[in-house]
């Protein structure tokens, strides 16, 4: 039986510099109340900064001591990325934990990045992995620091498909499946390389279960769709407590990943109950298609090329 970790007691992250994107709500608001209220000095990385303002005076309400700033970050943009993360290299302080959270979930109608990737594709992976990218001078420069990438359920439902993806024959449901799978992989190569050529970097991948966000209705609803259905959907089967939870529980695999000691480089986290859909944090089951080395090598090399962003050699010097 897996182990499970009903609660998250989070240590002491004073003197500690943490990254989450999407911050200004749902989980990445969650993630970023507990790490404030734990010591940390967080940035909260997001599209719209009067939401993300407004987020920070929200957590110092709770924890008048919170350090955090806000930072325009679209993951929809590489150049946002690039001018985001060449910010906090001039800067030049060490990043302790970097959480990649933002996403886009099941668009109607297939929508593209400013890039021209499609949008749940480019903004889920693409986004994070140039953003990790960038940022590895500094998370080297903590010494040993963790990257935490959020996936999903519907990871166990995507396929790679190498000659399309950009989903140009378009699903909503296929887009975001890959999109997640995507990030499972980009998470568990990048602890492979970390380990290989001692970059000190530990990376972890999540998923929140059967959360209760506004990813539900946002992403459903972009482009001008009536957000009703989904709304009316979530309304009638919110109270059935083991298909859904909060959001202080969705954050606890993600939590979990990011804080405590033994959790495990390469690992998978997401909550214990049926389905994984809600409870503790316990280790997640890996879908088959997110265990290729071959596979995950091949999409590294393809998201390089559709970035223009590399990484250090994996090979130790």
């Given at each position: 039986?897996?182990?499970?970790?009903?609660?998250?007691?989070?240590?002491?992250?004073?003197?500690?510099?943490?990254?989450?994107?999407?911050?200004?709500?749902?989980?990445?608001?969650?993630?970023?109340?507990?790490?404030?209220?734990?010591?940390?000095?967080?940035?909260?990385?997001?599209?719209?900064?009067?939401?993300?303002?407004?987020?920070?005076?929200?957590?110092?309400?709770?924890?008048?001591?919170?350090?955090?700033?806000?930072?325009?970050?679209?993951?929809?943009?590489?150049?946002?990325?690039?001018?985001?993360?060449?910010?906090?290299?001039?800067?030049?302080?060490?990043?302790?934990?970097?959480?990649?959270?933002?996403?886009?979930?099941?668009t109607?109608?297939?929508?593209?990045?400013?890039?021209?990737?499609?949008?749940?594709?480019?903004?889920?992976?693409?986004?994070?992995?140039?953003?990790?990218?960038?940022?590895?001078?500094?998370?080297?420069?903590?010494?040993?620091?963790?990257?935490?990438s959020?996936?999903?359920?519907a990871?166990?439902?995507?396929?790679?498909?190498?000659?399309?993806?950009?989903?140009?024959?378009?699903?909503?449901?296929?887009?975001?499946?890959?999109?997640k799978?995507?990030?499972?992989?980009?998470?568990?190569?990048?602890?492979?390389?970390?380990?290989?050529?001692?970059?000190?970097?530990?990376?972890?991948?999540?998923h929140?279960?059967?959360?209760?966000?506004?990813?539900?209705?946002?992403?459903?609803?972009?482009?001008?769709?009536?957000?009703?259905?989904?709304?009316?959907?979530?309304?009638?089967?919110?109270?059935?407590?083991?298909?859904?939870?909060?959001?202080?529980?969705?954050?606890?695999?993600?939590?979990?990943?990011?804080?405590?000691?033994?959790?495990?480089?390469?690992?998978?986290?997401?909550?214990?109950?049926?389905?994984?859909?809600?409870?503790?944090?316990?280790?997640?089951?890996?879908?088959?298609?997110a265990?290729?080395?071959?596979?995950?090598?091949?999409?590294?090399?393809?998201?390089?090329?559709?970035?223009?962003?590399?990484?250090?050699?994996?090979?130790?010097?």
């Amino acid at each position: 039986m897996a182990h499970v970790e009903p609660t998250v007691t989070v240590p002491d992250l004073g003197g500690t510099l943490t990254v989450i994107t999407g911050a200004n709500s749902g989980l990445g608001f969650g993630l970023t109340s507990r790490f404030a209220a734990a010591g940390s000095e967080v940035i909260l990385a997001v599209r719209n900064l009067e939401k993300g303002d407004a987020a920070a005076a929200r957590i110092r309400a709770q924890t008048p001591t919170a350090a955090l700033s806000v930072r325009h970050l679209d993951l929809a943009s590489l150049s946002s990325v690039t001018d985001f993360s060449a910010r906090l290299n001039r800067e030049g302080r060490a990043v302790n934990v970097l959480i990649n959270n933002a996403g886009i979930m099941m668009t109607p109608k297939r929508d593209t990045t400013a890039d021209g990737f499609e949008l749940q594709f480019g903004t889920n992976h693409l986004g994070h992995f140039a953003l990790t990218a960038e940022l590895m001078p500094l998370l080297r420069a903590a010494g040993t620091s963790r990257v935490v990438s959020l996936s999903s359920l519907a990871a166990r439902a995507g396929r790679l498909n190498f000659d399309d993806l950009q989903g140009i024959k378009y699903s909503p449901t296929r887009a975001y499946g890959l999109s997640k799978l995507a990030t499972l992989m980009f998470a568990r190569e990048l602890n492979r390389r970390s380990v290989a050529a001692g970059w000190g970097i530990r990376s972890i991948a999540a998923h929140p279960g059967a959360t209760l966000t506004n990813l539900q209705v946002t992403g459903p609803t972009h482009g001008g769709q009536s957000a009703r259905v989904a709304q009316s959907l979530i309304k009638a089967t919110s109270g059935i407590s083991w298909l859904w939870q909060q959001i202080p529980e969705g954050i606890l695999p993600a939590l979990y990943a990011a804080t405590n000691a033994n959790a495990a480089g390469g690992g998978f986290y997401g909550p214990a109950g049926f389905g994984e859909l809600t409870g503790g944090s316990a280790p997640a089951r890996f879908p088959s298609r997110a265990l290729s080395d071959a596979d995950a090598e091949r999409l590294w090399r393809a998201s390089e090329h559709l970035t223009g962003v590399t990484f250090p050699s994996p090979v130790a010097a």
